[in-house]
């Protein structure tokens, strides 16, 4: 709790930081707006505003702001939302080739041909239903987005070479996998290879406890190859399954929420941002705020480069618009203002330096008392 600042309390419940000063003046304690607040003070502040205060884990970070947000929940606008579906796998065991193949029998024909280079998130459709496909940007920024609590997967595919069979990264995604919770589908790729063994796959497998569902487990096991492109039908048929069991639902009229899984400066263009939506609708001219980073939506390009207006609930694209480029992992929010966005981002990237500076001003008093 000595993490909550003034400020920072007075932004999360939607008040200035003078109202928060005057009602702990007016009991007698004195505060300055970067004062951090008691848990006391947080209790009667939370009576006196008519909310409930509730103080998550420490802020190790200034994207955790959003931690003590008081956030309502109004489920009565929900709808249901297309799956995002993160693949995972050994090196060469094809999920790039997949996801590519995926994307390019999945496009309306003519635009095939548009397809000229790999994206690291795109949507489909199947069956007139929505799905999008995040390929997985490296275990180390895979963790990094968990722990920053960006997590946007909903499904994860595992990919498996049916020549190759259970590999050491395969072992390490399989872990991965199960932390996060998600339903996982296995695809076993390479199948048009002569030496492609379903059976030497789905053994290794059963052994890592992910056994098949033909063999009493509950592991969907699909064949599938990246060059022939058998089996993709299979698999998305069988996420759609998968996704309906999750009921995934979000409100596509609330602020907009999305996850940065990529970002870069692009010359001439500026901070790229590649987004998936997680609630509400993203839209050009909002004012948004992306962890220390803050701007206004100029554009947007869906995943085939083409200039919209808005994205919608799981979709994704890349936005323009920021005043410098955001982390992976962190969270793109609307704000009602320019003003606002500017000043929250202001406001985390000064707590981020505090931060700092507390921490290395913790280490030089360590330091100096070790010399006494
Ligand atoms: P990644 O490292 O998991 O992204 O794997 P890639 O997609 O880069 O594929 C690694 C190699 O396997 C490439 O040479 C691909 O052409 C090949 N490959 C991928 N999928 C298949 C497939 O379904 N069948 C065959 N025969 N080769 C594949
Ligand atoms: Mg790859």
């Given at each position: 709790p000595e993490d909550v600042r003034v400020y920072e309390f007075a932004e999360a419940c939607g008040k200035s930081p003078a109202e928060v000063i005057t009602v702990l003046f007016g009991l007698g304690m004195m505060v300055t707006k970067n004062d951090f607040l008691k848990q006391d003070e947080l209790e009667i502040l939370g009576e006196e505003f008519g909310i409930e205060v509730t103080v998550k884990d420490a802020l190790e970070d200034a994207n955790y702001v959003d931690d003590y947000e008081v956030e309502e929940v109004d489920d009565s606008n929900f709808v249901t939302r297309p799956p995002v579906v993160t693949i995972m796998g050994h090196v060469d065991h094809g999920k790039t080739s997949l996801l590519d193949k995926i994307r390019s029998s999945k496009v309306a024909k003519g635009e095939a041909g548009g397809i000229t280079q790999h994206i690291s998130a795109y949507t489909i459709e199947q069956n007139n239903q929505k799905i999008t496909f995040v390929d997985t940007p490296g275990h180390a920024a895979f963790s990094a987005m968990r722990a920053r609590g960006a997590d946007v997967t909903d499904i994860v595919i595992i990919v498996v070479a049916a020549d190759d069979g259970v590999m050491p990264q395969t072992e390490e995604v399989i872990s991965h996998a199960k932390a996060s919770g998600c339903p996982i589908i296995v695809a076993v790729n390479k199948m048009d290879k002569e030496t492609a063994n379903m059976d030497m796959v789905k053994a290794q497998m059963a052994e890592k406890e992910m056994t098949p569902v033909d063999w009493g487990g509950d592991i969907e096991f699909i064949g599938v190859s990246a060059h022939t492109g058998q089996?993709?039908?299979?698999?998305?048929?069988?996420?759609?399954?998968?996704?309906?069991?999750?009921?995934?639902?979000?409100?596509?009229?609330?602020?907009?929420?999305?996850?940065?899984?990529?970002?870069?400066?692009?010359?001439?263009?500026?901070?790229?941002?590649t987004v998936i939506v997680q609630n509400g609708t993203l839209r050009v001219g909002d004012n948004i705020v992306c962890d220390t980073t803050y701007g206004r939506v100029k554009a947007i390009t869906?995943?085939?480069?083409?200039?919209?207006?808005?994205?919608?609930?799981?979709?994704?694209?890349?936005?323009?618009?920021?005043?410098?480029?955001?982390?992976?992992?962190s969270f793109m929010v609307a704000q009602n203002s320019d003003k606002e966005a500017r000043e929250i981002a202001t406001t985390r990237a000064e707590h981020a330096r505090a931060k700092e500076l507390s921490k290395s001003t913790k280490v030089s008093l360590e330091e100096m008392s070790g010399l006494i």
């Amino acid at each position: 709790p000595e993490d909550v600042r003034v400020y920072e309390f007075a932004e999360a419940c939607g008040k200035s930081p003078a109202e928060v000063i005057t009602v702990l003046f007016g009991l007698g304690m004195m505060v300055t707006k970067n004062d951090f607040l008691k848990q006391d003070e947080l209790e009667i502040l939370g009576e006196e505003f008519g909310i409930e205060v509730t103080v998550k884990d420490a802020l190790e970070d200034a994207n955790y702001v959003d931690d003590y947000e008081v956030e309502e929940v109004d489920d009565s606008n929900f709808v249901t939302r297309p799956p995002v579906v993160t693949i995972m796998g050994h090196v060469d065991h094809g999920k790039t080739s997949l996801l590519d193949k995926i994307r390019s029998s999945k496009v309306a024909k003519g635009e095939a041909g548009g397809i000229t280079q790999h994206i690291s998130a795109y949507t489909i459709e199947q069956n007139n239903q929505k799905i999008t496909f995040v390929d997985t940007p490296g275990h180390a920024a895979f963790s990094a987005m968990r722990a920053r609590g960006a997590d946007v997967t909903d499904i994860v595919i595992i990919v498996v070479a049916a020549d190759d069979g259970v590999m050491p990264q395969t072992e390490e995604v399989i872990s991965h996998a199960k932390a996060s919770g998600c339903p996982i589908i296995v695809a076993v790729n390479k199948m048009d290879k002569e030496t492609a063994n379903m059976d030497m796959v789905k053994a290794q497998m059963a052994e890592k406890e992910m056994t098949p569902v033909d063999w009493g487990g509950d592991i969907e096991f699909i064949g599938v190859s990246a060059h022939t492109g058998q089996g993709i039908d299979d698999l998305l048929e069988n996420i759609l399954l998968q996704a309906e069991i999750l009921e995934l639902q979000a409100d596509p009229d609330a602020k907009a929420k999305a996850t940065v899984v990529e970002s870069l400066l692009e010359k001439g263009r500026g901070p790229v941002a590649t987004v998936i939506v997680q609630n509400g609708t993203l839209r050009v001219g909002d004012n948004i705020v992306c962890d220390t980073t803050y701007g206004r939506v100029k554009a947007i390009t869906n995943d085939m480069g083409k200039p919209v207006k808005e994205l919608g609930l799981s979709e994704t694209g890349n936005v323009l618009g920021l005043n410098d480029v955001p982390v992976a992992g962190s969270f793109m929010v609307a704000q009602n203002s320019d003003k606002e966005a500017r000043e929250i981002a202001t406001t985390r990237a000064e707590h981020a330096r505090a931060k700092e500076l507390s921490k290395s001003t913790k280490v030089s008093l360590e330091e100096m008392s070790g010399l006494i």
